[in-house]
């Protein structure tokens, strides 16, 4: 879905170096999220805000930081990259209790 | 561990044929259950979803079966189409606070439609 937007689409990096993905929306949501797709696992989620005052730890969320810089920006972070953070990453919004949740493209990440 | 159980975790049918993905659960504070399709390269999309008030809803050629004492649903694909090839994802939500409700998704069916 073009309204939520993810950088980069691909990216390879190095055990121990520190990674940002981004997320943006023009959908006007205040509910935001980041999943991690593997296989077989589905998606399992990461972080989510309902707001940008409002962080909150999904299931999986060591290794990992985030940050709602504005309503429509949701960035997630891995300060110290190792492999098993290989994965493609999906950032969701919603604008309401029972969704849809719109996802973005992804983002496949390799750590080497 | 898995809240949420999804079988097969891949499939071939015919087209013409009809696809059957199955789903189970535990939590039953879970209050609303969608399926997400998914194809290559892309992020997933709502499909249909179901409340658990409801015995069966269908759109389509899709349809949920929701059974909420066996805390079990799932989705037929009937006359499956080369187009339907994807993968399908089972999800169920509920609510963590006033604010909002987290998604918990199923591993995922890989469907593969013959011509």
């Known amino acids: 879905d073009a309204d939520v937007t993810q950088t980069p689409r691909n990216r390879i990096t190095k055990t121990g170096k520190r990674i940002m993905l981004e997320c943006s929306q023009t959908?006007?949501?205040?509910?935001m999220y980041w999943y991690r797709q593997d296989p077989g696992l589905g998606l399992r989620l990461i972080y989510y805000s309902f707001d940008v005052k409002d962080i909150n730890k999904g299931e999986i969320s060591d290794g990992y930081s985030v940050s709602r810089q504005a309503q429509a920006k949701f960035s997630l972070s891995l300060e110290s990259a190792i492999p098993n953070q290989t994965a493609l990453y999906f950032c969701a919004t919603s604008d309401t209790n029972v969704g849809p949740w719109y996802f973005g493209p992804g983002t496949r990440l390799t750590v080497l | 561990q898995q809240q949420v159980k999804q079988s097969p975790q891949s499939l071939i049918v015919q087209k013409g044929g009809i696809s059957i993905i199955n789903c189970a659960y535990e939590?039953?504070?879970?209050?609303?259950f969608p399926w997400y399709q998914q194809f290559p390269g892309k992020g997933p999309a709502l499909l249909i979803a179901i409340r658990p008030d409801v015995s069966e809803k269908k759109e389509g050629r899709f349809t949920i079966s929701f059974n909420k004492s066996a805390k079990q649903f799932s989705l037929h694909i009937m006359d499956s189409q080369p187009g339907d090839s994807a993968t399908y994802f089972c999800a169920a939500s509920m609510v963590i606070k006033a604010a909002g409700n987290k998604l918990t998704f199923g591993g995922g069916t890989r469907v593969l439609v013959k011509p």
């Open positions: 939590n039953t504070a879970f209050d609303y």
């Open positions: 959908k006007g949501h205040d509910r």
